[in-house]
């Protein structure tokens, strides 16, 4: 069975951007209608905030980011092999 590798997302929905200068590019960039029309941050929320809440949910079970990542990398893997 042949394998066919995806098209490179980021470029085709046209998200071939360097990277941000500085923190208020990168959230300007988050920000909706900047990036994708909902953005992935809202209109007041904080990027500091949301990463400090994300890494006591980790500490509180007791994982670490590079487990979490593992296991997308898992996912991510047994999809593109059924696709």
């Given at each position: 069975m042949k394998t066919t590798t995806p098209p490179n997302r980021s470029r085709r929905h046209g998200f071939d951007l360097p990277p941000p200068a500085n923190d208020?590019?990168?959230?300007?960039?988050?920000?909706?209608?900047?990036?994708?029309?909902?953005?992935?941050?809202?209109?007041?929320?904080?990027?500091?905030?949301?990463?400090?809440?994300?890494?006591d949910c980790l500490e509180r079970l007791e994982l670490t980011r590079s487990e979490i990542a593992e296991r997308f990398s898992d996912i991510q893997q047994r999809a593109m092999r059924k696709w």
């Open positions: 208020d590019e990168l959230m300007r960039r988050l920000r909706p209608r900047a990036s994708s029309h909902l953005g992935l941050l809202g209109a007041t929320e904080s990027l500091a905030e949301i990463l400090k809440n994300d890494a």
